[in-house]
């Protein structure tokens, strides 16, 4: 039986975050080079943003290049930037028929012309889509965007559109790249590994962490129901205690 028939309907993360880790040592596992995990990484792709669309969930963030990965031997950046392009190209047509949005954050204009121009014109051929929306975070780490989010406030402090104490947490929310999004309550990690790496610091402030051992090329549909089911057994209790969120009178 699939976990996907254990799973409350009623209570799925409406955002799922995840950091897609692992490719290089799954290529590697299999004396290939790191590309090979890179290109293998895309059908996970494929069958994780399908297997969030159909249980339900309305947006779907992917950390697929971070700034930090600038400083990558150029030949990784360069397979990386190309499958990038080669798969937006692909995959338009799937996203349309699955009514699945295509949005990004990050420092796009960072992004090679014909990159950032494929990535465009995908946002703009999916933009009317409303199953599900697929956010994916390309040149991007937090404290970027965070640096960027103040730049921006300062800014209307200088142009006197706004007085510094109007500045609150909705507000800087505002200003960040994920303006128009909700706060993502999973942050999944695969590779085994335990950090955060620059993704959405501010943002997972309340989320539930899942991490695996499983290398994101092997990542498939149950792996994501296994995350969702794991969430679904948790108590989040946002610095409460257990009795308030039972409505017990204490
Ligand atoms: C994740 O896999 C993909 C990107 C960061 C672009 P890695 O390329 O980091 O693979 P490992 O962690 O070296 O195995
Ligand atoms: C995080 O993976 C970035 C992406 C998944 C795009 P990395 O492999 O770059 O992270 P570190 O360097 O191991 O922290
Ligand atoms: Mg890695």
Not at 148 to 154: L, M, R, T, V, W
Request: net charge negative; with cysteine.
């Amino acid at each position: 039986m699939s976990l996907k028939d254990k799973l409350d309907k009623n209570k799925i993360p409406q955002h799922i975050a995840i950091i897609m880790d692992g490719n290089g040592r799954w290529a590697k596992q299999r004396q290939h080079e790191r590309t090979f995990g890179h290109e293998n990484g895309v059908i996970s792709v494929r069958e994780t943003v399908e297997a969030a669309a159909e249980i339900g969930v309305k947006f779907l963030t992917l950390y697929a290049f971070s700034t930090e990965n600038w400083n990558r031997p150029k030949d990784e950046v360069d397979a990386l930037m190309s499958l990038l392009v080669k798969t937006i190209n692909e995959e338009t047509k799937t996203l349309n028929k699955n009514n699945i949005r295509l949005q990004a954050i990050g420092d796009l204009e960072s992004l090679e012309k014909d990159t950032y121009n494929e990535l465009q014109k995908a946002i703009e051929n999916t933009a009317t889509n409303s199953q599900m929306t697929l956010i994916l975070a390309l040149s991007y780490s937090s404290r970027w965007e965070i640096c960027n989010a103040i730049q921006k406030i300062a800014k209307q402090i200088e142009n006197k559109s706004i007085t510094s104490n109007e500045i609150n947490q909705d507000f800087i929310s505002a200003n960040l790249n994920t303006a128009n999004y909700p706060d993502p309550e999973l942050l999944i990690r695969t590779s085994g590994e335990y950090r955060i790496s620059n993704f959405l610091l501010w943002q997972i402030a309340y989320a539930e962490l899942f991490f695996t051992p499983v290398l994101w090329p092997d990542f498939r549909k149950e792996n994501l129901y296994e995350a969702i089911f794991d969430f679904q057994n948790r108590e989040r209790r946002f610095g409460k205690i257990s009795e308030q969120l039972l409505n017990f009178k204490i």
